[in-house]
């Protein structure tokens, strides 16, 4: 999509851009105890974000200017918010239950999404991941979502290439993934700083923006970019990261974050490390069942970690594999190939749809 008509899709989507409810939808979506909500792009090469039903029904869809990357929600309003993919300038707020249209939101200038953020406990506040493109320095953009998402602020993220970001359980501490790499939308997704990289993790206070905690991985793993993570049941923070280095290298790519404490990475056997063939899409926790998954899209195959032994249980294969919920005891699998696996390990495919590299599960 050209500048032009991106700009025209901004501003159909601003004064109330019509919601693609399918006519099964409500009817799905009051049957469903949890949604899913995930990016995708359409066959005939059409963007959106589609919300699905446990039972993976597509409940409805909405039509996005370009291709989306993560969604979070914020319980207190019952909004959502898709993120356009780095480095695309818009995010879209919208109701998972269709009952209103959605809103978008563009990049101010000197900026572009990264594609993830998160909300405040209360609702009031939209964090983003940003990059200032100009001084090649991550930033959080500070939205007020009780005042039509105005941008009201910044912080920096003490690092380069932030994507992820999560809340810690105090409600207050934003825990960020510096991946380390430069990009400008001059040179698209192209990677500036390879042989320099240096990611790190973070810990920032969001209502200060104060640096709580950084840490880098070892010189030798400089090139090893720290993208998507996940809290478990006890606080741990998991990380999988993207290998930039040589394909005959394998270093671990998952590892853990406690407050106070060093980073430390997975010990994994070699085979399943080349299996991932250096590269996590997405990370998610099942709390309940005491996991977490990593998928490697690259290598068609995702882990399943046992957070308490910190061990791998099980690798599965499945092609494209990405997206990932939890779902039941175990999650909701999604492929570029428009598959989706539930827990029961049942598939469905939609011809029409290459799911993009995230779900959200929203508890209802």
Not at 31 to 53: I, M, N, P
Not at 130 to 150: L, P
Not at 262 to 274: I, P, V, Y
Not at 327 to 355: C, E, I, N, P, R
Request: aromatic fraction near 8%; glycine fraction near 10%; proline fraction near 4%.
């Amino acid at each position: 999509m050209n500048l032009v008509d991106r700009r025209r899709f901004l501003r159909a989507a601003g004064a109330g851009f019509a919601l693609s409810l399918l006519p099964s939808g409500a009817e799905a979506l009051a049957k469903s105890d949890a949604v899913f909500a995930t990016a995708y792009q359409r066959r005939d090469g059409g963007y959106g974000v589609a919300v699905l039903s446990e039972r993976s029904e597509l409940i409805h869809a909405i039509a996005l200017p370009d291709r989306g990357h993560d969604v979070t929600f914020d319980p207190a309003s019952g909004r959502a918010a898709v993120f356009a993919r780095q480095p695309g300038t818009f995010m879209i707020v919208f109701d998972h239950t269709g009952r209103s249209s959605p809103m978008t939101i563009a990049a101010v200038e000197g900026r572009h999404f990264y594609g993830h953020g998160v909300f405040s406990p209360d609702g009031a506040l939209l964090y983003a991941t940003e990059n200032d493109f100009d001084n090649a320095a991550g930033v959080v953009g500070v939205y007020d979502a009780r005042n039509g998402f105005d941008r009201i602020g910044e912080f920096a993220t003490h690092g380069i290439g932030p994507h992820e970001m999560v809340l810690l359980g105090d409600g207050r501490t934003l825990a960020i993934a510096n991946g380390g790499i430069e990009t400008h939308p001059d040179f698209g997704r192209s990677k500036l700083n390879i042989a320099t990289m240096k990611p790190s993790f973070v810990l920032v206070d969001r209502l200060t923006g104060d640096l709580v905690e950084k840490h880098e991985l070892p010189p030798a793993l400089h090139q090893l970019s720290i993208r998507h993570m996940d809290i478990d049941a006890d606080g741990t923070i998991w990380f999988g990261c993207q290998h930039e280095g040589p394909a005959s290298e394998t270093p671990p790519l998952v590892g853990m974050a406690r407050r106070g404490e060093e980073l430390s990475m997975l010990d994994m056997a070699q085979e399943d490390r080349l299996a991932l063939r250096n590269y996590v899409g997405s990370v998610a926790a099942n709390r309940k069942a005491g996991t977490i998954a990593v998928s490697s899209p690259q290598g068609n195959c995702l882990a399943v970690i046992d957070t308490r032994a910190r061990r791998l249980r099980e690798l599965r294969r499945l092609v494209e594999v990405c997206g990932l919920a939890p779902h039941q005891d175990d999650y909701l699998m999604s492929t570029g190939t428009g598959v989706l696996v539930d827990s029961d390990h049942s598939a469905k495919s939609f011809a029409d749809y290459a799911w993009d590299n995230h779900i959200l599960r929203i508890d209802r």
